[in-house]
């Protein structure tokens, strides 16, 4: 069973900093590409950042880009997503998910985590 388990959500001030954590099963570690979205109220869940299986490529919602940096590390079988100078409009749930083929389409992606909660005030 694949399980997804997300953690480090909290409220901020606007530039501050926060880092999610989304510790995955072994086997699913070890072959799908995994990333990061996010639902704020009354708006579609959207892409925000993906990680191959690899940890060579990554990708970014234009919005987050040299603000936000997604890793894994394969020993803890845990991928992050540092997230640096927030904004209000960062304030979301953010999910992790994973695929052997990640899609930036939510529907796109098999195993998703519980989401962690992200509010940044100004």
């Known amino acids: 069973q694949v399980q997804l388990v997300e953690s480090g959500g909290g409220l901020v001030q606007a530039g501050d900093s926060l880092r999610l954590s989304c510790a995955a099963s072994?086997?699913?570690?070890?072959?799908?590409?995994m990333g990061w979205f996010r639902q704020a109220p009354g708006k579609e869940r959207e892409f925000v950042a993906a990680?191959?299986?690899?940890?060579?490529?990554?990708y970014y919602l234009d919005s987050v880009k040299g603000r936000f940096t997604i890793s894994r590390d394969s020993a803890k079988n845990t991928m992050y997503l540092q997230m640096n100078s927030l904004k209000p409009e960062d304030t979301a749930v953010y999910y992790c998910a994973a695929d052997r083929t990640f899609s930036v389409l939510p529907a796109g992606n098999d195993y998703w985590g519980q989401g962690t909660q992200v509010t940044v005030f100004s």
């Open positions: 072994r086997r699913t570690f070890s072959d799908h590409a």
């Open positions: 990680i191959n299986w690899s940890g060579r490529n990554t």
